[in-house]
């Protein structure tokens, strides 16, 4: 069993940056983690993963802008958001893979002026 403790997001104005982190409270080891952030009326989209052994990948668009990192001796990982877009308002889910892909539980980024 994993559970995912995100922390971080809230409200910014265009061209701010926020962190977002994610905790794994498990006794399970970890492979991939990541982000996904769903707007309303949207579907769920990748933003960005990062493997056990710390290889990056990234949504194009959040290239440049976005950086993923993990800890795995805290089984953590976090997303650093900089020059933060109108379009990237939405909830922002954390996810980690033991033997099923396990979610939190979600955490709003509002980007408005």
């Known amino acids: 069993q994993v559970h995912l403790a995100e922390s971080g997001g809230g409200s910014v104005q265009p061209g701010g940056s926020l962190s977002l982190s994610c905790a794994a409270e498990?006794?399970?080891?970890?492979?991939?983690m990541g982000w996904y952030r769903q707007a309303p009326g949207k579907q769920r989209q990748l933003v960005a993963g990062?493997?056990?052994?710390?290889?990056?990948s990234y949504a194009d668009f959040v290239k440049g802008r976005f950086t993923i990192s993990r800890d795995n001796a805290k089984k953590t990982t976090y997303l650093e958001m900089n020059n933060l877009k109108f379009e990237d308002t939405a909830v922002y889910y954390c996810?980690?893979?033991?033997?099923?892909?396990?979610w939190g539980q979600g955490t709003q980024v509002t980007v408005s002026s």
């Open positions: 996810y980690a893979d033991a033997l099923r892909r396990y």
């Open positions: 498990t006794a399970s080891a970890l492979k991939a």
């Open positions: 990062i493997s056990s052994g710390g290889s990056a």
